[in-house]
């Protein structure tokens, strides 16, 4: 089982070549991001919980995104590996990450982590809250705030996975089609 994590601050990228990379290596596509969406849509009372803290540009608590995740992986036995897209982003994600990973005798393979700078990453995801109907990328005051909390609890993940040799950083700035070659190399490397 090939188990990636996609990771990188909000608008680096991670959803765009998530798509991509989901076609190309037939990985289960897990975004925590999506599935809070999709819970708010629905307006189930967790989704409602979700967007008090997403409208904040806050991350949600630890144990709402776990419990999720858990649910995902429980409903696809027979996946060959997961590409796991906005998570974890705080240590205590990623230590359930690894038990939960550990019950099914996997780990993680690779962490690919995306480089953007700050003032292309406000500049995205302004362009995208004119179209999207997304709530937490039309407010510049609520980008930034998700880019500090990116900056407090998120950016430290890598370093747990660095310790064990498994951080690639890729630059996330030029052409789509150009950072998803790299990604791609990055991961043939360690197929
Ligand atoms: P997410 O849905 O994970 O999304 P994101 O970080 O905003 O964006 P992403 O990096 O996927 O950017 P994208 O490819 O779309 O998180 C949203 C919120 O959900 C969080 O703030 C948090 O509240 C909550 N949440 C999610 N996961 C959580 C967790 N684990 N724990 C707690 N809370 C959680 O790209 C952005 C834009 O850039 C797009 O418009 C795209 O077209 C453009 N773009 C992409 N690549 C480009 C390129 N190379 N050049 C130019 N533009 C590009």
């Known amino acids: 089982m090939f188990n990636l994590i996609l990771f990188g601050p909000p608008g680096s990228g991670k959803g765009t070549q998530s798509e991509k990379l989901i076609a190309k290596y037939d990985f289960k596509h897990l975004s925590t991001g999506d599935l809070l969406r999709s819970e708010i849509a629905h307006e189930t009372p967790l989704g409602l919980e979700a967007q008090n803290f997403m409208d904040k540009g806050q991350l949600v608590p630890d144990e709402v995104v776990i419990g999720m995740i858990s649910s995902a992986l429980d409903a696809n036995p027979d996946a060959k590996g997961f590409l796991f897209d906005g998570f974890p982003r705080t240590a205590a994600q990623a230590e359930a990450l690894n038990k939960l990973l550990e019950l099914k005798d996997h780990g993680i393979s690779i962490m ?24 937490d990328d039309t407010n510049e005051k609520v980008i930034r705030a998700r880019i500090a909390e990116y900056h407090r609890k998120t950016a430290a993940v890598a370093d747990y996975y660095r310790q064990f040799d498994k951080v690639e ?23």
């Open 112 to 135: 690919l982590a995306l480089e953007v700078s700050e003032e292309e990453l406000v500049r995205r995801l302004l362009k995208r809250g004119e179209t999207s109907g997304r709530t």
């Open 169 to 191: 950083m890729v630059k996330g700035e030029g052409t789509i089609d150009g950072i998803f070659n790299a990604l791609c190399s990055a991961i043939d490397k360690r197929l």
